[in-house]
């Protein structure tokens, strides 16, 4: 089994991660067409309570692994780290069966808090349906976060990242294939054929789970589960306690993510009903907020998913052996990676927003949809940083600072979502503008108190990451003129995919040319990512016709 430094594995993992929620980004296109707003509502309804009881259940456990792994074995403890592992299994049989019946008896208390009164949309009893087809995963996907943990502990990111791409394909070979099959072939319900789509969660977990325990079975000596190891003196109750202790925090940090979409989702609903808003509208934005805007920003926000699993691992080492400065290195490079990457994408979704919508999602409602994509991508820039900042702590045993941090978060958002959402309504605005700017104040909250309590507990600074955010924003500023003016140069017919997807390719190739160039000759991508590791991508991207080392 291949082993992964910091940077290569934080490119695997990404680039793993960025497949699969491109892949979960284009089945959208042909099943949104086939679902319609009120099927893609109720889908959405059903996949994120789904989401948000995985993270319960085992969002926290990958990483929290992954930690012990990289303790255990840098300390040279062998049976520790092989104990922690199969402990680790038991629990989440546990806390996965008991997370699936939970949703599966309360689906209906479920989808009465979600749609509350709504009329002329989708029912509970749809909603219920649902959320009971989609709960049969939660007895599967968990137990990959274990197995992904531990091979990430290793600083094996290759397999649990291909794991991941397994997944994501036979999910949407189920959701495409089986609601197809239900609408057009066995004509049978809307609800019926939704719940069918979300049914794809338990065979991609399934398809996921043999892979990865086929190859860690084959790798058994390397990954020391065999039996002549040495014993160690830890015993299983400091190791349970402990992988509680890891856990916990990261479950809080995953789960926020989904907390965030949730409450928005309910109180968006909610809100826009008591505002008179019809069931139409209501169910076009608050499914446009929670689940389809959130498909096309998750490419940026798996920036922050790549870097976190390879990170973890690697200030765990850090800390373990006391070296700060290396620590320090470590958060501002990952900080500056999110910035020179993720500060360029979101800007040029939103400046693109009513073509890619158009793109993925048709051009009926092209405007409003539009409009939600465009204000929604700047979430997942602070949603980023929120998660890389609030993972360092997690790695620095810093759980209490985790648990005020993220708590923080939560309740600004919950409690500013109304309020912003009115204001922005009597200001003339749309309502959901209110709830966006709501959940950026959160992630802001959450992670900029992170940085601030590092820095003055540990001394960190952030020097470089800041001079590189002002570095950036020259390269950012002529990308924004570029689109603006090929924007106007370029005709476009909303109504045809083919033009949007044209108009799309043209427009962010060049912006990112452009942003790329400028940003190469100011000397940023080769202090971010090495002048070495940049030439060996520019090498692979143009078959080894240029190099940028003389």
């Not at 255990?72 to 199969?86: E, F, H, P, Q, S």
Request: with cysteine.
């Amino acid at each position: 089994m291949k082993k992964s430094g910091f940077l290569e594995g934080t490119i695997i993992a990404t680039a793993a991660i960025v497949i699969t929620k491109i892949l979960g980004m284009l089945y959208v296109i042909p099943f949104y067409a086939m679902v319609g707003v009120q099927g893609s509502a109720l889908y959405a309804y059903a996949y994120n309570i789904y989401v948000m009881f995985l993270d319960i259940s085992s969002a926290g456990l990958p990483v929290a692994i992954s930690k012990i792994i990289k303790e255990y074995n840098t300390l040279g403890m062998m049976d520790a780290k092989v104990r922690a592992y199969r402990l680790g299994r038991k629990i989440i049989n546990f806390v996965s069966i008991a997370a699936f019946i939970i949703l599966f008896i309360f689906a209906e208390s479920i989808a009465t808090l979600i749609i509350g009164d709504l009329q002329g949309g989708n029912t509970i009893g749809d909603v219920a349906l649902v959320i009971r087809c989609v709960s049969f995963a939660i007895l599967v996907v968990p137990f990959l976060s274990v197995s992904k943990g531990y091979l990430q502990g290793h600083n094996i990111i290759n397999i649990s990242s291909m794991s991941q791409v397994i997944e994501q394909v036979v999910r949407i070979a189920v959701i495409l294939g089986g609601s197809y099959l239900a609408l057009n072939v066995f004509h049978l319900s809307l609800t019926t054929s939704v719940g069918i789509a979300v049914f794809g969660a338990f065979a991609g977990g399934l398809a996921a789970v043999l892979y990865i325990f086929s190859k860690m079975r084959g790798h058994k000596k390397e990954l020391s589960l065999t039996s002549d190891i040495k014993k160690d003196k830890i015993t299983n109750k400091e190791i349970i306690k402990k992988i509680i202790s890891y856990a916990v925090p990261f479950i809080i940090i995953d789960v926020g993510v989904s907390i965030y979409n949730f409450v928005d989702m309910v109180l968006i609903s909610r809100t826009m009903t008591s505002l008179g808003f019809d069931a139409y509208t209501t169910e076009f934005i608050t499914s446009s907020v929670a689940t389809w805007s959130s498909k096309i920003s998750m490419v940026v926000i798996s920036i922050a998913m790549g870097l976190t699993v390879s990170l973890i691992p690697n200030i765990v080492e850090a800390f373990t052996l006391k070296k700060w400065d290396l620590v320090e290195s470590r958060l501002n490079k990952a900080l500056q990676v999110i910035l020179v990457v993720s500060i360029p994408m979101v800007i040029g979704i939103s400046l693109l927003s009513r073509p890619i919508w158009s793109i993925f999602y048709g051009a009926t409602d092209v405007d409003l949809g539009g409009l939600v994509l465009g204000f929604y991508i700047f979430i997942s820039l602070f949603s980023n940083i929120y998660m890389v900042t609030s993972s360092t702590l997690q790695s620095l045993n810093k759980f209490k600072t985790v648990y005020l941090t993220t708590l923080g978060g939560y309740v600004l958002n919950a409690l500013l979502d109304v309020p912003f959402m009115l204001v922005a309504y009597h200001l003339g605005f749309e309502p959901f503008i209110g709830a966006v700017f709501a959940s950026i104040v959160g992630y802001s909250f959450s992670a900029f108190s992170a940085l601030f309590i590092l820095k003055k507990d540990h001394h960190l600074k952030y020097g470089e990451t800041f001079k590189m955010l002002g570095k950036i924003v020259i390269p950012t500023v002529v990308m924004i003129l570029v689109v603006l003016l090929l924007k106007i140069l370029i005709p476009l017919n909303i109504v045809s995919k083919t033009s949007c997807i044209i108009y799309v390719a043209i427009i962010s190739i060049v912006g990112a040319i452009v942003y790329l160039f400028v940003a190469y000759k100011q000397g940023i991508l080769t202090t971010v990512f090495g002048k070495e590791y940049l030439n060996k991508i520019v090498k692979k991207i143009t078959f080894g016709k240029v190099s940028i080392i003389k």
